[in-house]
């Protein structure tokens, strides 16, 4: 039988980057006694007054079709929202989707083709390849280092453009590294996007989640907001990932053209999870600053307990949810070492190779574990060098 191109540039770019968690998960479930440090799902609870909200949406009858944009009271939310930023935002200027995934899937289809390139930070989080390639376009890596505390840097942007970049697709606070980009870093990423000519797409979901670094968003700066767009969601904001709730801001004709896009592959989402939307947007609840702490105090129990190993290395993320560990020194390249740390160790964390070529000697750990058991499998990658000899 024959298959569309599309299964084929797909065909490893999904569930395949998540080997190694499926591996740790299921062991697991069989009744062994694993540290899953290997996705982002917060250790905190979605907060009952949410669930709350969607369960009254729910009893209300809050479970018709909605429209292919999103819902009115929603819309109207996420204006007040983004107004600071974007003083002449309108409804026009907004999409909402099932999380943010979806709202990317979208914008590179709207944005990119075949022979096209997108330009992304390497390391990049695991299946932003798989929107990209699912187009026909392809990725353009630009090297993140952890010298420069994997902030996206423009001389290593402007070597990397070439005639075939079409698109830049950012990620603030950044997933896998935490780098959070300065305001004149996006200044200066911008100057070049205008240069060239460029898209620039901004995968802001972890806005919230800052470790005292100022966030910054393109759509602050209005010579580039003609060319931004922007997505963010509920899922880390309020530890709400099942719910599926997820926006994008950006010009108005390039919304109109995601429209469609999206209204074939979606038609709308669910009214009762908008209503939710909207109550977290305009709510007071302490979610994010409850893990914005939390996240932060572990990031820096981490650096400070590898301070002194000989053979593993971390730089302090900015935000986000996720610490890398290099374990270049090991002897190993980080899918190894991760695979024989579960083997071993019962702790799971991710390889870099799941998030880029620069990332093949490094590790991925969540910070959603309390910290007790984040501090055990801390100490047992470092046991874990001890007694062994590399090759």
């Not at 990620?171 to 070049?192: D, F, K, Y």
């Amino acid at each position: 039988m024959r298959y569309a191109a599309i299964t084929d540039r797909l065909y490893d770019l999904g569930g395949d980057k998540w080997a190694l968690h499926n591996a740790a998960r299921a062991r697991k479930a069989a009744g062994e006694t694993i540290i899953d440090l290997t996705i982002g799902e917060p250790d905190v609870p979605t907060d009952p007054g949410l669930v709350e909200e969607c369960v009254k949406a729910l009893r209300a009858g809050r479970t018709r079709y909605s429209n292919g944009r999103g819902e009115v009271n929603l819309i109207e939310a996420l204006i007040e929202t983004y107004a600071h930023r974007f003083p002449d935002i309108t409804s026009d200027n907004i999409l909402c989707f099932p999380g943010t995934q979806t709202a990317l899937f979208a914008i590179i289809q709207a944005l990119a083709e075949s022979g096209d390139g997108v330009l992304i930070g390497d390391p990049y989080y695991a299946t932003y390849e798989g929107v990209v390639q699912a187009t026909g376009a392809h990725v353009q890596p630009v090297p993140l280092r952890m010298e420069h505390n994997f902030e996206l840097q423009a001389s290593d942007l402007a070597a990397a453009i070439t005639a075939d970049s079409k698109v830049l697709l950012l990620n603030t606070p950044h997933n896998p590294t935490g780098a959070v980009l300065s305001r004149q870093t996006l200044q200066e990423l911008g100057a070049l996007c205008i240069e060239h000519n460029l898209w620039i797409v901004c995968d802001e979901v972890y806005e919230s989640l800052t470790f005292g670094t100022p966030f910054a968003s393109p759509l602050e700066i209005p010579a580039l907001r003609e060319r931004t767009i922007v997505t963010s969601s509920i899922s880390k904001t309020f530890a709400a990932t099942g719910f599926r709730s997820g926006w994008t801001i950006g010009p108005v004709e390039l919304s109109r053209r995601i429209l469609p896009i999206s209204e074939t592959m979606l038609f709308g989402n669910q009214p009762f999870i908008a209503d939710m939307t909207e109550a977290a947007l305009r709510g007071s609840f302490d979610t994010a600053e409850r893990m914005r702490i939390a996240f932060d105090r572990r990031a820096h129990m981490i650096h400070e307990t590898l301070s002194d190993s000989p053979v593993l290395s971390t730089a302090l993320p900015q935000g986000g949810m996720f610490i890398m560990i290099d374990v270049a020194n090991t002897g190993l390249d980080g899918e190894t070492f991760a695979w024989r740390l579960l083997e071993d160790f019962g702790v799971a964390v991710m390889p870099g190779s799941s998030f880029g070529a620069t990332a093949t000697s490094l590790v991925r750990l969540a910070l959603t574990v309390p910290d007790e058991v984040l501090h055990s499998a801390v100490k047992s990658m470092i046991d874990f060098r001890v007694p062994r000899t590399f090759p």
